[in-house]
């Protein structure tokens, strides 16, 4: 088992978000989470990797675990991002930094790489992505395809075990989806690890293993995607896919 | 005004003796006065400058730091520099601590005077410029592994710096002016040097005017390095 979680609850002031989730994805497989806006898919990817603290509840990503119904020290913490790489829906790149600076950063200043071994790093990643051309310019000079996936470059530069992607394509002019879901195609085939939050239901069904539905902070159903869109087992489900066919 | 000044000009300009004599006042006392700001005036701005500014990130800090003591220290160290005036810190610096058996020399006591007061005011400008960046760009950072220190360093640091300059450079450019009142505590910056040059000739109006000219020059060659200074960091900006 790549990831587990158990009994996940996490609350925002009086509102509960995520009311017990129990979740377990294999090494290598590709997750997709669907669901209606506000049931918790963006607060149960952040809490993968504890950009937001759950309330309870346990997490294990390859080897570590935390237990959030202890007290977790800060070091843990960071330790545990790193497992995960996070790509956002508004890509977040760092303004003042390249293309090629975005994604050496981590190596540099987390894992204390060399910049000459971390900068050759970087360009095959930038490679890998399809954007060694643009490697020197900053985010400003690039499209929003072209910035997501130097976002994606910079968080498969810290070598995660899993990848986290929040509607990576949400933002971009419809024109635009195609290069960043076939750089995520690229990567599901390699055998990497993925959690995708995403309304792409073609990338859905095409690429995943696993579809979760989420609604009202529970995941309500949950199976291969021919079995999940074809054939629902819950009215839930079966209203949600009505809806955005 | 204009019109005193300009009739004060045409006065001299009709008097040959007096012309020779303003000149030559004029010239003899550019030495020392220029001496005042290289010896004085202008250490004591960088040196104050700087010392304030990293209080003003401390104290910035401290303010977002959601630690409730060193947030409410931080709020009444800026409410206290900010609701008295700069005049009043100096003396109770330097005349006032002697009665506690506190005696600090013109120099240091003007130092630490004007960097506390730089600290409150650039501290605010420092707490804007931080929260000014998006949570984003925290997120960003924390999710490749950064720590808090990390993130400050190498993310939000150089981007706050860049929304920073112009204001800290109103601050800078206040402080080389405000540096005219360490005179009142002895310090014998360019100022003082004035005072002490037309009390014993009694062309104030020149020597002082000659003075104004000086710090005139310097602040316009400080808006000439902020300018560098803001086209460089706005070079990742889309215009
Ligand atoms: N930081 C926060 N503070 C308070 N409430 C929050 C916070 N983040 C999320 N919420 C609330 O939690 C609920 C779930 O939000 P979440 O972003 O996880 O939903 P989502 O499934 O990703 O929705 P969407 O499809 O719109 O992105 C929403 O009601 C939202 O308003
Ligand atoms: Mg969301």
Redesign the pocket.
Known sequence: MMISVQGLYKQ??E?E??KGIDLKIQKGKVVVII????????????CLNVL?KPDKGKIRIGEKELDFAKSVAKQEIHAFRRLTGMVF?NYQLFPHMTALENVMEGPVTVKKEAKAQARQKAMDLLKKVGLVQQADQYPFQLSGGQQQRVGIARALAMEPEVMLF??PTSALDPELVGEVLKVMKDLAAEGMTMVV?T?EMRFAKEVADEIIF?DH?RIVEQGKPEQLFINPQHERTKQFLRLIE | MVKMYLSYLNNIMMDHDRLERLASIAQSSLLPLVKGALYNTIPLTIITFFIGLLLAILTALARISGIKLLHGMARVYVSAIRGTPLLVQLFIIFYGLPNLGVTIDPFPAAVIGFSLNVGAYASEIIRAAILSIPKGQWEAAYSIGMSYGQVLRRVIFPQAARVSIPPLSNTFVSLVKDTSLASLILVTEMFRKAQEIASTNYEFLLVYTEAGLIYWVICFGLSIIQDRIERRLNRYIAR
């Open positions: 925002f002031g509102v978000v995520l669901g209606p806006s506000g049931s918790g898919k963006t607060t149960l990817l952040r937001e829906q929040d509607e939050v309304h989420m902070g």
